[in-house]
């Protein structure tokens, strides 16, 4: 498939900082490499938000047709291969059950795709639920544990990725108000801020 960049980030497993009964197979599988394959250099001026990014797909680079799958370019008109098959955005949640289930280690099987860091964040986000398998009972905290693996990923690729001190310290001020959001909408008094180290 003819593309412009492709990274291999470094995503190695990240600590459990929420309560250990939130999953129930807490890092069922080592992260430990996250192929990130771009049109061209990274958007990274794009402001990331806590809306879900349109265009993120995660590549299917080997047969995995028990994944919910739609062809890519329905959303990442970049991808210049007609025929590649993506992980379908609406079904991370069922590919996180189904690659736990299953014992497939997700590096072996997807690749994110991203163009701006919008969607890289996100990404990031998701690679994290793969690795962590929870009933997703206690949503404030799950989403935690995989913000604060995202923002980890972030900062430890920030040199390969072209990202400035300030750029992350913004994108962290986005999960920590996200995170903020959730545990109210669960009326939890919890201040996620330190899970996420120093700003």
């Known amino acids: 498939m003819p593309i412009a960049g492709r990274i291999f980030l470094d995503v190695p497993p990240e600590p459990c900082v929420v309560p250990a009964r939130v999953f129930d197979a807490f890092g069922w599988c080592e992260s430990d490499?996250?192929?990130l394959v771009t049109p061209g250099a990274l958007d990274v001026s794009r402001e990331v938000?806590?809306?879900n990014p349109p265009g993120l797909v995660f590549l299917?680079?080997?047969a995995c047709t028990f994944l919910p799958r739609e062809l890519a370019r329905l959303h990442a008109g970049w991808i210049e291969d007609e025929a590649a098959w993506s992980l379908a955005p609406w079904a991370i949640d069922e590919a996180t059950?189904?690659?736990h289930e299953r014992g497939v280690r997700p590096r072996d099987v997807l690749a994110v795709a991203c163009e701006n860091?919008?969607?890289l964040v996100w990404g990031l986000h998701d690679w994290a639920h793969f690795h962590n398998?929870?009933?997703f009972v206690e949503r404030a905290w799950t989403e935690l544990q995989c913000d604060v693996a995202a923002l980890s990923w972030l900062a430890r690729n920030r040199g390969a990725l072209g990202l400035g001190v300030e750029t992350l310290g913004a994108v962290q001020r986005t999960l920590v108000a996200a995170s903020r959001?959730?545990?109210a909408d669960e009326a939890l008094d919890v201040d996620p801020a330190p899970y996420f180290g120093p700003t």
Request: charge should be negative; charged fraction near 25%.
């Open 33 to 35: 490499v996250l192929e």
């Open 117 to 119: 860091l919008h969607q």
């Open 133 to 135: 398998h929870g009933p």
């Open 49 to 51: 938000t806590a809306d």
């Open 181 to 183: 959001r959730r545990f």
């Open 97 to 99: 059950d189904l690659l």
């Open 60 to 62: 299917m680079h080997a």
